[in-house]
């Protein structure tokens, strides 16, 4: 008897001790994604103040045309990056203005220099160098708070979704990478800030009408958003209004298995992002049926119009982008961000603000597929071909030819002006880093 007690015993140990394991390899890799990211994105920001500080010096048209589109490309690169920290609950918004600006006037300049226009951008150029080089010198001070113990990133994370449940200012006590962003945030604020023109249009957020909800509203569409099984008794509070293009409301479940914090829109309660907590330790459904789950809970939500576009595997859980489709039509910019669990099929972070775009382009190609595909390069072996609404070369919304194909063994995605044949833009390898592309719904557009 005590034989069988004492190898029940040795069986339940491994097993703690084996989910111990697993759970450290995951945050081990979640640590060294967010790590990698970090050190990228100081990468792209230590470029782009050298473009900025270099196209100063340069008179010549082939030098400037090279450094802006260096700048154009350090700051895309840039906001990407900073997207794939653990920031979400830190508003970051000077910071992502400012890369944004550069990226936007330095791709602006550059068509420009290619039209043969000519103006005097010196003193743009120079005050977004500052700026620039102010969020590097700060930068530096980050990479000396990245020390702290293994996992450092991840706990600042979880330290960050407790801290964004209140008000946060730079304080002793607080943590210091959590400080150093802030203070980032306030010297921004402080500098001089000169006017960057803007004739590149940006994406326009619906205007949302009607009263603000009460916090009982909010509260019960953040319950009917999770599901009453998984918010069960936990309280659901409102924390407090947040500032952006769409205004929202932050709320906060605290449960016995995880935490939650979602925001809302203040006019009609739809959410805008959520995430939780909840480390999954352990693997029981397959891929296609965690995609299968994540599609039932956008189309128990209403979201039915949305089809699954990227895929990627993350330990235990999969990331999953999906699509609006209208008619044969992939909306690109509507885009909604899933990761799911694949232990219980729960969503544990959702993104939609792409939802709350405005849609301006033209739905109606003038050129059909093979009229747009004279337009590509002829060594460019075509391998999928799709009618979709993207981002074009100006930042504006396009209606485009999105050709998939090979030059020997590189891939390319090239995307041709459905209305005037322009080549729009060109991406080299994964069009989504570290995603998989999911096969095209239904026949290619003109039925070829």
């Not at 589109?69 to 690169?77: E, F, Q, T, W, Y």
């Not at 906001?79 to 970051?92: N, R």
């Not at 030819?401 to 590189?410: S, V």
């Not at 570290?434 to 039925?447: A, D, H, M, Y």
């Amino acid at each position: 008897m005590n034989r069988v007690i004492a190898l029940l015993l040795s069986i339940t140990l491994l097993w703690g001790y084996g989910l111990y394991l697993e759970r450290q390899n995951l945050l081990i890799q979640r640590e060294n994604d967010y790590r990698r990211s970090f050190q990228e994105l100081a990468c792209h920001l230590a470029g782009l103040e050298d473009g900025l500080a270099r196209i100063q010096a340069a008179r010549s048209k082939e030098q400037r045309m090279l450094l802006l589109l260096g700048i154009s490309h350090d700051a895309a690169k840039a906001q990407g990056k900073l997207s794939q920290l653990p920031l979400t609950a830190l508003s970051l918004e000077r910071t992502k203005e400012l890369l944004r600006q550069v990226g936007e006037y330095a791709t602006e300049l550059a068509f420009d220099l290619a039209a043969g226009k000519e103006e005097d951008a010196s003193s743009t150029l120079r005050s977004l160098w500052q700026r620039t080089r102010f969020i590097n010198g700060e930068m530096a001070k980050m990479q000396a708070h990245l020390g702290g113990g293994p996992n450092r990133l991840v706990k600042f994370e979880q330290a960050l979704l407790t801290g964004a449940l209140g008000p946060i200012a730079a304080d002793e006590g607080v943590d210091p990478l959590a400080k150093d962003l802030i203070m980032l945030e306030d010297g921004l604020g402080r500098l001089p800030d000169e006017r960057v023109p803007r004739p590149s249009p940006r994406p326009a957020y619906v205007q949302l009408s009607g009263p603000e909800l009460t916090e009982e509203e909010l509260i019960q569409a953040a319950r009917a958003f999770l599901g009453p099984e998984r918010v069960g008794d936990a309280p659901l509070t409102v924390v407090g209004p947040s500032q952006g293009e769409v205004p929202t409301y932050k709320l906060e479940m605290r449960g016995p298995r995880e935490r939650i914090v979602l925001e809302l829109t203040r006019q009609g309660g739809q959410v805008v992002w959520m995430i939780s907590d909840r480390m999954i330790s352990e693997r029981n459904l397959s891929v296609e049926e965690g995609m299968a789950r994540g599609t039932a809970f956008l189309s128990s939500r209403g979201l039915r119009q949305l089809v699954p576009i990227f895929r990627a595997e993350r330990g235990n859980q999969i990331a999953v982008i999906y699509a609006a489709k209208e008619e044969d039509v992939y909306v690109y910019p509507r885009q909604v961000r899933l990761t799911i669990g694949l232990d219980n099929g729960e969503v544990t972070a959702y993104e939609a603000s792409g939802l709350f775009l405005e849609g301006k382009a033209d739905r109606q190609a003038r050129l059909t597929p093979t009229e747009a595909a004279r337009q590509l390069h002829p060594a460019l072996q075509v391998t999928d071909c799709r009618l979709v609404v993207t981002v074009g070369s100006r930042r504006d919304e396009v209606l485009a030819y999105e050709f998939l194909g090979r030059i020997e063994d590189e891939e390319y995605t090239v995307y041709i002006n459905a209305q005037n044949g322009r080549e729009e833009r060109i991406v080299r390898g994964d069009l989504e880093r570290g995603f998989k592309r999911l096969p095209r719904e239904g026949p290619p557009p003109g039925g070829q």
